[in-house]
């Protein structure tokens, strides 16, 4: 009885302990699951807190935007409602719209006023909107065009002189609405002594009030004349690149893109924007073709035919290289207009200041100057004024040398000397041509109104200002800033 009741309770024992273990067992899976569980929850949760962030967020958004759109139609309908007191129109619609001609009923004895005043139908220009629409006469090719994000900035000057309110804030309201905000960084109105009363308190009131902080009004204490006061206008601004134009001009969409990005890669152009004509009695926009400008033995500035090789691309989107231009309409990078000695201060009359800055830029970058080989036992290419002797007999083969010498064969004549870069120093040496440590060294690539490239070195043969130089210009290899070169007379081989 003993024993079978010790093993009565052993096996008791064993089958309590066997439980235990599957218990535990299943517990611990329990509390995994549990905690697998809370992680899923804890999860899910944290997505759903996020969808209702991201969905708050949108709403939140959607609710800012519409306050902002609220704010700018308030914003806007203030705005507009300053130019109504000085009897201007502002905003779509209205006359002359889409730079069609416009005309008014009632030409009455004010009308012929103004018209002897202003030389133009100011009272017209009193009735059409300061952000009319006008025609985009581009070419096609110029509207597909993309240009480079980081362009530099531009400050716009405007000059005038009891010139009407409204043909001045029309020529503001343009330049505003057809200029990327990131790339205008200012507008300057240069007022050169105005006597006309409007042009003081309500062109201050207006522009104050409509553009804070992106109009400045430079006022002259006396009459300085147009040359003057374009210099005043560049010594206001503020940014890297100067637009100079009249103040009763209209901007189009795209005027500004392109002539920054010509400016990026040379800052030493000067840039034309094309224009049309405004007719002055209708306020018509009229298109001019595509033209250079020139002058004539007078010197009056007129246009001309583009030139040839232009003409022969047969794309009317690219730039027209140009002997003069005209002052009412460029832009510069404002540094380099400072350099060349801006304009002529002491011109006290308009109309030949842009034919001798025309002169002082082609000057500035030595056209009209040659290579030439210069002194003999020197060894160093110089630039000298265009002379046609035969130092200045220089060719380019096709076997990419620059050979100054005897013309003839492309065989290395006793008295030729080819131009090397040895990358020793920024002075390109003339040696003879098989005394080169490198055959690279003297080989060159080259591109009609191109950079001149060697292919050792990969620097370009540049043009520099130097006080130091002969005519104030120095030859050096240096790296590539955009300087172009132009071979002036070509002769073809034989079996071409």
Not at 178 to 206: A, C, G, M, R, W
Not at 265 to 278: C, G, M, S, T, W
Not at 332 to 338: C, I, L, P
Not at 483 to 496: D, S
């Amino acid at each position: 009885m003993a024993v079978a009741r010790k093993i009565k309770t052993l096996l008791t024992v064993n089958i309590l302990v066997f439980v235990g273990i599957i218990l535990f067992s299943v517990y611990c899976r329990i509390q995994d699951r549990s905690q697998e569980l809370v992680q899923i929850v804890r999860s899910a949760d944290r997505r759903m807190r996020g969808r209702n962030a991201k969905v708050g967020a949108l709403l939140d958004r959607e609710a800012i935007l519409q306050r902002l759109d609220h704010l700018e139609e308030v914003v806007y309908n203030q705005l507009n409602g300053l130019a109504k007191p000085m009897g201007l129109v502002e905003g779509p619609g209205g006359l002359g719209q889409g730079g069609m001609a416009a005309t008014l009923r009632d030409d009455s004895h004010e009308s012929e006023t103004k018209y002897e005043e202003y030389g133009y139908n100011a009272q017209l220009s009193d009735r059409i909107s300061l952000d009319r629409s006008i025609p985009d006469y581009r070419p096609k090719k110029c509207k597909q065009m993309s240009y480079p994000e980081d362009l530099p900035q531009v400050s716009v000057v405007f000059i005038f002189v009891n010139e009407a309110l409204s043909v001045i804030l029309r020529s503001v309201h343009s330049v505003v609405n057809h200029t990327p905000s990131h790339l205008l960084k200012e507008v300057i109105l240069v007022d050169d002594n105005s006597d006309n009363v409007e042009l003081k308190f309500n062109l201050d009131q207006y522009v104050h009030k409509r553009y804070p902080g992106l109009v400045k009004i430079v006022r002259n204490n006396k009459r300085e004349g147009l040359i003057r006061a374009r210099i005043q206008g560049w010594k206001a601004s503020t940014s890297p690149v100067v637009g100079f134009f009249d103040a009763h001009v209209e901007f189009n969409t795209g005027w500004v893109e392109p002539a920054l990005t010509r400016i990026k890669e040379d800052r030493k152009r000067i840039v034309l924007p094309a224009i049309d004509n405004i007719k002055y009695n209708t306020f018509e926009v009229q298109q001019y073709a595509n033209a250079a400008h020139g002058y004539n033995w007078g010197l009056w500035c007129m246009y001309i035919i583009p030139p040839q090789d232009w003409l022969d691309r047969g794309d009317e989107s690219a730039p027209i290289r140009t002997p003069a231009m005209i002052g009412c309409s460029f832009v510069v990078d404002r540094e380099y207009f400072g350099e060349i000695g801006l304009l002529d201060p002491g011109m006290e009359v308009y109309g030949g200041e842009n034919i001798e800055l025309g002169m002082r830029v082609r000057n500035s970058k030595a056209s009209g100057y040659c290579l030439d080989q210069g002194a003999e036992d020197d060894n160093k290419a110089i630039l000298y004024p265009c002379h046609g002797m035969s130092s200045q007999l220089v060719r380019y083969s096709t076997e990419g040398l620059l050979q100054l010498g005897p013309m003839g064969s492309t065989a290395f004549l006793p008295d030729s000397k080819c131009l090397i870069d040895d990358g020793k120093g920024r002075t390109p040496a003339l040696k003879k041509c098989e005394d080169t440590l490198r055959p690279t060294q003297r080989l060159w690539d080259f591109t009609q109104n191109g950079p001149i490239i060697n292919r050792d070195t990969g620097r370009c043969l540049e043009v520099e200002m130097s006080k130091d130089a002969n005519f104030g210009l120095r030859l050096v290899v240096q790296r590539c800033s955009g300087q172009k070169w132009m071979i002036r007379n070509w002769i073809k081989h034989g079996r071409h």
